[in-house]
């Protein structure tokens, strides 16, 4: 309805748009498991 043209991204398997202006690819190259007590503020925590 919208006229958008849905193709395949070369790099990842993820969707765009051929009529985007730009288009960026990105890859999550690091992760580390999360650790409340990191939090600098401890009434985050709760939630």
């Known amino acids: 309805m919208a006229g958008l043209t849905p193709t395949a991204l070369t790099w990842i398997a993820a969707p765009?748009?051929?009529?985007?202006?730009l288009i960026f690819e990105c890859r999550k190259i690091y992760w580390q498991d999360f650790n409340p007590d990191h939090f600098l503020n401890a009434k985050i925590e709760k939630n």
């Open 16 to 21: 765009l748009f051929a009529e985007a202006y």
